[in-house]
């Protein structure tokens, strides 16, 4: 009997009212949206234990109060404007041995949640792989210790990347093995300083493009090893852009994933991408994940501990593939390791319920299209003061060609541009923000140049577990999706709540892409002209082309008079 046909189940609301969810992560993208909907869809859940942290000076209350400041939670503000009462902070920081929780905060922890969301991670692809091993790793062994001791669990969900294990083209619903001892890899790293540890990162980090997937693969290693008897899920989104309807359509906050180069784009600043052309961006709203983690801890909960299933799972054995450059021994040491794991712990990597939100190719735009559909966009609904129009990008595969082509459309006019800001004055900008681009594109490239394909099965199932009032409130289904609809709305959702601009400022923006478009007429035939003055009096060839040219042009105008005279004279006659 599925879930849906047994009516003793309860629907989600029904769930949540009355329990307590914790969740890092509360001051993320993600965190902000998982508040506004379980206080909206979820009306009689008791209450959200927030663990955050204070940052930049900012106490853990005031943090609170920036996070429901935005407009994603005007609709609550509007239905409920007591909801920030149902929200707990408590200061947690990831990094720290026990969070550095108070005792008073780990009882409230232990007597009081009974869903848990973990959210919090350092998504900076670049970070250092201590700091990174700490968040990513570290930070779910520390949470497993404390679950363990609650009273009252239901589900724990772990937010993890569809891209933890992008060494594979498919990916399955499974904890795949790294090859290596995260726990032996940590005692190495803390042994080293760290210019070591930075050293060795591209060995460590091998066929993964950066820290960031192979920390957050430790992170549902550490799940299989040491999560045994807890309810446990995990949750893979792959590119989360804005939402796609709620709370508001196009809600986006960072310049993450490829918001960033939406706006290089759009302002002109950047006119080429290096990428494959036929490459499948799988970008994936971000109420859909949401949507999804929700769904999850609902089942992962009515389900039970995922070791129940283990009798049902078969124990194939598996080889990672082994770092090259440095030598065996010298891994081995670092904590690469070929030792075999135990029959319960091969049975969990695939017992562990997992949940890949993705659009996967068959939903997925092309770049080539995206690319198309954005620069459409982009005149459509300019942004204020672009530099350059933004209707030729131009995307190229070839590695040379890009940088080259580059050299000549991007950097030469931005050192002209910096050069004339200086002149007037003003502080240079164009090469930072080429510089930042380009930093972002090396850190993204691996993404636009490898096609991935992920295992739908348990994501489908849960929808179809789901009664038809709770797949509508929480839907996450790509059967009525519009990809390009959420295209358009992600790139309007940049425009107002990154870039801050007023969409009634569109005719300024119109009017200034207009003189932007005389101005390059202008400038074209000007260095057309110059160039012309230069060969004429130099090159027989020119000259020679010259005159073909304009024969050409005398016999078009003799032809379009004599045809229009003909059609003339055929309409009196
Ligand atoms: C017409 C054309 C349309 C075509 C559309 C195609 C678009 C292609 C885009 C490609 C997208 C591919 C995305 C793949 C993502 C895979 C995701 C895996 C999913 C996840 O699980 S992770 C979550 C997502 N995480 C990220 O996206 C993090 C990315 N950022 C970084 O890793 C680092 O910030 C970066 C970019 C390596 C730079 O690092 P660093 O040099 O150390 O500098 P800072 O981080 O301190 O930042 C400095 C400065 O840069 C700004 N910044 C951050 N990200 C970007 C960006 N993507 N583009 C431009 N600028 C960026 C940052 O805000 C800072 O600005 P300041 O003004 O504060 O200095
Ligand atoms: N965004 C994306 O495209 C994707 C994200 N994911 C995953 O989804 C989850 C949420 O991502 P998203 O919301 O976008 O990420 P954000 O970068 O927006 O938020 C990260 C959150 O983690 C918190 N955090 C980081 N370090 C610490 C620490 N030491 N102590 C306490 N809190 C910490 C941050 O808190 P603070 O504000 O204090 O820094 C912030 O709340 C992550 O697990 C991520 O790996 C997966 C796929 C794609």
């Not at 409920?80 to 200061?91: D, G, N, T």
């Not at 009882?107 to 700091?131: C, G, M, P, R, W």
Request: charged share 25%; hydrophobic share 40%.
């Amino acid at each position: 009997m599925t879930m849906q046909e047994n009516r003793n189940h309860p629907g989600i609301p029904e769930f949540f009212a009355g329990k307590t969810v914790a969740l890092t992560g509360a001051t993320g993208f993600i965190g902000q949206l998982l508040i506004e909907k379980l206080l909206r869809s979820c009306p009689d859940i008791k209450g959200l234990i927030l663990l955050i942290r204070s940052k930049k000076g900012k106490s853990i209350t005031e943090r609170l109060q920036k996070i429901i400041e935005p407009p994603i939670f005007d609709k609550l503000r509007k239905t409920r404007p007591e909801f920030a009462s149902k929200l707990i902070p408590v200061s947690a920081d990831i990094e720290k041995p026990g969070f550095a929780l108070s005792d008073e905060d780990v009882q409230l922890i232990l007597d009081e949640v009974n869903v848990f969301i973990h959210s919090a991670a350092t998504t900076k692809f670049n970070e250092h792989l201590t700091l990174s091993y700490a968040v990513n790793t570290n930070g779910v062994h520390e949470l497993l210790k404390l679950c363990r001791k609650i009273k009252n669990l239901h589900a724990f969900v772990h937010i993890s990347t569809a891209f933890s294990f992008c060494d594979k083209s498919f990916i399955g619903e499974e904890v795949y093995p790294t090859g290596w001892d995260y726990d032996k890899l940590r005692t190495s790293m803390q042994r080293m300083s760290d210019e070591m540890v930075s050293d060795l990162t591209p060995d460590i980090v091998k066929d993964r493009p950066n820290t960031y997937t192979l920390t957050k693969a430790f992170g549902e290693e550490v799940l299989v090893k040491e999560g045994e008897g807890l309810p446990i899920c995990i949750i893979r989104p792959s590119i989360i852009g804005s939402t796609y309807n709620e709370p508001i359509p196009g809600w986006c906050r960072s310049l993450n994933g490829p918001t960033g180069h939406f706006i290089a784009f759009a302002k002109g600043y950047a006119r080429l991408l290096c990428a494959r052309s036929d490459h499948y961006l799988d970008i994936i709203p971000a109420d859909f994940v949401v949507n999804g983690i929700i769904a999850a801890a609902w089942k992962t909960a009515l389900s039970g501990r995922s070791d129940q299933l283990l009798s049902k799972v078969s124990t194939t054995k598996y080889h990672a593939s082994l770092p090259k450059n440095i030598s065996r021994e010298q891994l081995q040491l670092l904590g690469y390791t070929k030792e075999d794991e135990s029959v319960s712990v091969q049975a969990r990597r695939k017992s562990i319920p997992i949940y890949h939100i993705v659009t996967n190719p068959k939903y997925a735009l092309t770049i080539s299209r995206m690319a198309s559909s954005m620069m459409h966009h982009f005149t459509r609904y300019p942004v204020d003061n672009a530099l350059r129009l933004p209707e030729n990008v131009i995307v190229i595969s070839n590695k040379f060609l890009y940088r080259t082509c580059a050299f000549f459309l991007e950097y030469i006019p931005a050192c002209m541009f910096d050069a004339g800001l200086i002149l007037f004055g003003q502080k240079p900008k164009l090469l930072r923000v080429l510089r930042l681009l380009s930093s972002a594109m090396t850190a993204l490239q691996f993404f636009l140049y490898n096609h991935w394909e992920w295992d739908e099965g348990s994501t489908l199932k849960l929808q179809r577990e789901m009664s038809d009032r709770d797949q509508k409130e929480f839907n996450f289904s790509k059967d009525d999706f519009d990809l390009k609809l959420f295209i358009e709305r992600y790139y309007m959702g940049t425009k107002r709540y990154v870039l801050k601009e007023d969409p009634l400022g569109y005719p300024a923006a119109r009017r200034h892409l207009w003189r932007l478009r005389v101005l390059g007429w202008i400038f074209q035939f000007c260095v057309f002209m110059i160039t012309w003055r230069i060969l004429i009096p130099r090159s027989q060839l020119a000259r020679n082309l010259w005159h073909l040219l304009t024969s050409f042009w005398s016999k078009f105008l003799r032809f379009t008079s004599i045809s229009s005279n003909l059609s003339r004279f055929k309409m009196f006659h």
